[in-house]
């Protein structure tokens, strides 16, 4: 029996998983003991990489629909249908073919080196991801704070003396826009050390339970909670800003009116609350302030990531040990050019909604596809995404991908959303592909680096994911179905070694473009580009020039991975603003408070749903996993005692839930872990649609919440759905 070890690719925790193997067999996964960042942790999902990669409904050979029926087919009559099927769309208005991009696209490798060129070969600007139902807000809070999206700072959780955190389950979720494995031992820690944890959320989660204390919230009220933080600071002179930042006298004129008293009403939370928590922040010898999914899925989102960061840097925590700090992956250069962070280069053609960071708000998808005229979505590339069930108002969602011309899909699965696709093309699974987490470390509590190689061989003729997502390119640039793949990725290659010889920043500016190439030339793709991100990087070799650098090799020669260290303060040289300053008052954000002071003259009196996520489950996708869908029913609508008694709902009953757009019937739980006015029902269910092929999942099928949202709301300056905080009607069952 041999022992791989690769790093978990399912969530955002990145633990390293060891892997006993008899032959291609997984015999059994464990946590990696030896991996220093990890250290065994290893949650319920991980250990189900083997089960995953050997389910039967996990598709092995792309599927073409005839007749309305998915049929086998050989990878080469399925991309010779793509190319048959986008075509003529794409010879005309290249918006007529959109692309959605979902969640496990962050996660692998392969995704992230080959989406971005398959979405500049498309050349559309209907361009959807996962973001603007996620973090969309955090980097556009970013992006104006720090001058670029994905300059985003994480709370030093290893040293911090206090973590309020806000909208976010880390017990259950394992972190998120915060890399750290094993979140709930960390956040002991933090107490073992006499620290303090504080998490604010309508509902009393694990992580909230497990904390010094719960402040419960009215959902979808987190910025004017903040705003009333941040005037308690000026209020009762408790800013000592961190340095290089600018707009404090700006942002204290903003906030002032945000009084305690009068957001007291719409949070439900007492004025003396709010003092306790900003005098708690500006006490502690470090803090840091963490607000996730919570705060960033409610119709002001960017404000509250905003706000988020402003306590922070307002209190002197902004780039100090135990505040809130930036990641520096070794791939990244020392010094990027500086590009100024602009939103709105073009607009929805149907809601004139503002792309930002290269995309529009899948919120709108439907109405892009759903409203003829010029430039109408015809046909989507989805790749790793389940919109049917992620997406808000996801019935609108679901007939409008029934209406397509075409539909194509890179998906393991004939699930939710690509049972509508006519071509579906299956990605290896992720034992057999290499693992390296280009996206979490630099969004790590750490440095820490890990290169994995793939566990088990692929199936014969399987491609690669990024071999599939190059050959799409290659049919989107018209170069046909027969189009080399790996002659494509060539190409690429020797553009970025081209790059970087002539960047006058680069530490290999003049050297020879072959010789460089010649070297890369021991890994395979998509490894070559991430050997040449390393040894450019700020702790690279620079191809021998720096010796000692990092490299790809010295990064594999460590299968636990690389601890490279805490986080160092990267202010000022990060910075990338106008002003070169942490611009601490930015002019969007500091508008959009004129709407939030508007907000709370809104009635907030009735049932508002939120949603909820499961140890054992993973956005969409993992319900085809038996042994991690075992046990009590899950999906279950959560309901205060005094809300069952009032609406006249028991316990394990059915009750009816309706918002504006849709209605759903659930069982109820009558449980004081949900805060009275408002009820929860888990995310990423409502299996069983026909055409489906996930066994499993269909016979535990659940409900799907996101019938309930509304695509109508959003967070105007990121574009971010509402998915929270949803007006609701509660009814029993059988009673109209
Ligand atoms: N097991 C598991 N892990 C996951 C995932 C999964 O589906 N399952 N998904 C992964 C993904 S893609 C992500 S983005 C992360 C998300 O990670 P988290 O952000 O930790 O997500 P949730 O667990 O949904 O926690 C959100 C919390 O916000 C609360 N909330 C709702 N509305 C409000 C509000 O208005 N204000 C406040 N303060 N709180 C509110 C909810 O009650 C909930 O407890 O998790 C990742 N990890
Ligand atoms: N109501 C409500 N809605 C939400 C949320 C919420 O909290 N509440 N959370 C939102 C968040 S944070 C997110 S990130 C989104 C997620 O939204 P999506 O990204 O649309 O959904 P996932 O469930 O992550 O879908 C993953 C898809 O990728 C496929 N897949 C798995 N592995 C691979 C692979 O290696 N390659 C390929 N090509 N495909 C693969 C799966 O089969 C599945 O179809 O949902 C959002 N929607
Ligand atoms: S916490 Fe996340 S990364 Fe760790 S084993 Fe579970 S799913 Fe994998
Ligand atoms: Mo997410």
């Known amino acids: 029996?041999?022992?791989?070890?690769?790093?978990?690719?399912?969530?955002?925790?990145?633990?390293?998983?060891?892997?006993?193997?008899?032959?291609?067999?997984?015999?059994?996964?464990?946590?990696?003991?030896?991996?220093?960042?990890?250290?065994?942790?290893?949650c319920p999902k991980g250990t189900t990489l083997g089960r995953l990669h050997a389910d039967p409904d996990r598709l092995r050979r792309p599927l073409v629909r005839r007749d309305g029926r998915h049929v086998e087919v050989s990878w080469r009559e399925a991309f010779a249908e793509v190319e048959r099927l986008l075509a003529p769309i794409l010879a005309g208005d290249r918006d007529g073919c959109a692309i959605y991009v979902g969640n496990p696209n962050a996660h692998h490798l392969d995704n992230a080196v080959g989406v971005r060129p398959l979405i500049k070969a498309l050349g559309t600007r209907n361009v959807f991801t996962a973001s603007t139902v996620d973090q969309m807000p955090r980097h556009v809070a970013c992006g104006l704070m720090y001058g670029a999206p994905l300059t985003i700072p994480v709370p030093d959780l290893d040293r911090t003396d206090h973590l309020l955190i806000l909208g976010a389950n880390p017990y259950e979720s394992n972190g998120s826009l915060?890399?750290?494995?094993?979140?709930?031992?960390?956040?002991?820690?933090?107490?073992?050390?006499?620290?303090?944890?504080?998490?604010?959320?309508?509902?009393?989660?694990?992580?909230?339970?497990?904390?010094?204390?719960?402040?419960?919230?009215?959902?979808?009220?987190?910025?004017?909670?903040?705003?009333?933080?941040?005037?308690?600071?000026?209020?009762?002179?408790?800013?000592?800003?961190?340095?290089?930042?600018?707009?404090?006298?700006?942002?204290?004129?903003?906030?002032?009116?945000?009084?305690?008293?009068?957001?007291?009403?719409?949070?439900?939370?007492?004025?003396?609350?709010?003092?306790?928590?900003?005098?708690?922040?500006?006490?502690?010898?470090?803090?840091?302030?963490?607000?996730?999914?919570?705060?960033?899925?409610?119709?002001?989102?960017?404000?509250?990531?905003?706000?988020?960061?402003?306590?922070?840097?307002?209190?002197?925590?902004?780039?100090?040990?135990?505040?809130?700090?930036?990641?520096?992956?070794?791939?990244?250069?020392?010094?990027?050019?500086?590009?100024?962070?602009?939103?709105?280069?073009?607009?929805?053609?149907?809601?004139?909604?503002?792309?930002?960071?290269?995309?529009?708000?899948?919120?709108?998808?439907?109405?892009?596809?759903?409203?003829?005229?010029?430039?109408?979505?015809?046909?989507?590339?989805?790749?790793?995404?389940?919109?049917?069930?992620?997406?808000?108002?996801?019935?609108?969602?679901?007939?409008?991908?029934?209406?397509?011309?075409?539909?194509?899909?890179?998906?393991?699965?004939?699930?939710?959303?690509?049972?509508?696709?006519?071509?579906?093309?299956?990605?290896?699974?992720?034992?057999?592909?290499?693992?390296?987490?280009?996206?979490?470390?630099?969004?790590?509590?750490?440095?820490?680096?890990?290169?994995?190689?793939?566990?088990?061989?692929?199936?014969?003729?399987?491609?690669?994911?990024?071999?599939?997502?190059?050959?799409?390119?290659?049919?989107?640039?018209?170069?046909?179905?027969?189009?080399?793949?790996?002659?494509?990725?060539?190409?690429?290659?020797?553009?970025?070694?081209?790059?970087?010889?002539s960047d006058p920043s680069s530490p290999v500016h003049g050297r020879d473009p072959d010789e460089l190439a010649a070297t890369l030339e021991a890994w395979p793709y998509p490894e070559r580009f991430l050997d040449l991100m390393?040894?450019?990087?700020?702790?690279?070799?620079?191809?021998?020039?720096?010796?000692?650098?990092?490299?790809?090799?010295?990064?594999?020669?460590?299968?636990?991975?690389?601890?490279?260290?805490?986080?160092?303060?990267?202010?000022?040289?990060?910075?990338?603003?106008?002003?070169?300053?942490?611009?601490?008052?930015?002019?969007?954000?500091?508008?959009d408070l004129e709407r939030l002071e508007g907000s709370l003259t809104g009635d907030d009196a009735g049932m508002v749903l939120v949603s909820r996520r499961h140890l054992r489950s993973n956005n969409s996708w993992l319900h085809n996993v038996d042994v991690l869908v075992r046990g009590a029913e899950r999906c279950t609508l959560w309901v205060h005692p005094d809300d069952a008694d009032r609406l006249g709902l028991a316990d394990g009953a059915t009750a009816r839930v309706a918002s504006r757009v849709g209605e759903v019937a659930a069982p109820v739980e009558v449980t004081d872990e949900v805060m009275a006015g408002v009820v929860s029902l888990p995310y990423g269910w409502g299996h069983g649609a026909e055409g489906s092929r996930l066994s499993v999942a269909s016979t535990r099928p659940g409900v799907n919440t996101n019938l309930l949202t509304d695509a109508t709301p959003l967070d105007p300056l990121s574009g971010n759905a509402v998915l929270n905080g949803i007006p609701v009607e509660v009814r029993p069952a059988g009673r109209d």
């Not at 041999?2 to 969530?11: E, V």
């Not at 009333?228 to 408790?238: I, K, N, Q, T």
């Not at 093309?425 to 592909?433: F, H, I, T, Y």
Request: hydrophobic share 40%; net charge negative.
């Open 178 to 501: 915060a890399t750290a494995p094993d979140w709930p031992g960390r956040l002991e820690a933090i107490r073992d050390r006499g620290g303090r944890v504080v998490v604010v959320d309508p509902r009393r989660t694990k992580t909230a339970a497990n904390a010094d204390r719960w402040v419960p919230i009215r959902p979808g009220t987190d910025a004017l909670l903040l705003t009333a933080m941040l005037s308690v600071l000026f209020s009762e002179g408790l800013v000592e800003p961190s340095p290089h930042v600018d707009g404090v006298d700006e942002l204290a004129a903003a906030v002032e009116r945000f009084i305690p008293e009068r957001v007291a009403a719409s949070c439900r939370i007492e004025p003396e609350t709010i003092r306790r928590l900003a005098r708690e922040l500006a006490a502690a010898p470090s803090a840091a302030v963490y607000g996730r999914i919570g705060t960033h899925t409610t119709p002001f989102g960017t404000v509250a990531a905003w706000a988020v960061d402003a306590l922070c840097a307002l209190t002197g925590n902004l780039d100090r040990p135990g505040g809130i700090m930036f990641p520096f992956p070794p791939h990244l250069p020392a010094h990027r050019p500086a590009r100024p962070f602009r939103r709105g280069r073009w607009r929805s053609r149907v809601r004139d909604l503002p792309e930002v960071m290269g995309e529009l708000p899948v919120a709108t998808l439907p109405d892009e596809i759903e409203t003829p005229g010029e430039g109408q979505v015809r046909a989507l590339i989805t790749v790793a995404g389940n919109p049917a069930l992620t997406a808000p108002d996801a019935g609108r969602v679901d007939r409008a991908l029934a209406g397509l011309d075409a539909m194509i899909s890179v998906d393991p699965y004939l699930n939710e959303t690509t049972r509508h696709a006519d071509v579906v093309l299956p990605p290896p699974s992720a034992l057999q592909r290499s693992h390296y987490d280009l996206v979490f470390t630099g969004l790590s509590v750490r440095d820490f680096v890990a290169y994995s190689p793939p566990v088990l061989p692929r199936d014969d003729g399987q491609p690669s994911e990024l071999e599939i997502l190059a050959t799409l390119a290659g049919i989107a640039s018209g170069m046909g179905s027969d189009v080399d793949p790996e002659a494509l990725l060539d190409a690429a290659l020797t553009a970025e070694v081209g790059r970087a010889v």
């Open 534 to 591: 390393l040894r450019t990087g700020h702790r690279g070799d620079a191809f021998g020039d720096r010796p000692g650098g990092l490299t790809l090799s010295e990064v594999a020669s460590h299968p636990h991975g690389l601890d490279l260290g805490p986080l160092q303060p990267r202010l000022p040289d990060l910075l990338a603003t106008p002003s070169g300053r942490v611009e601490l008052a930015p002019e969007p954000v500091i508008a």
């Open 1 to 42: 029996m041999a022992t791989a070890y690769r790093i978990c690719p399912l969530c955002e925790a990145t633990c390293g998983l060891a892997i006993t193997l008899d032959g291609d067999r997984v015999k059994v996964i464990r946590g990696d003991r030896d991996n220093p960042f990890s250290r065994g942790y290893v």
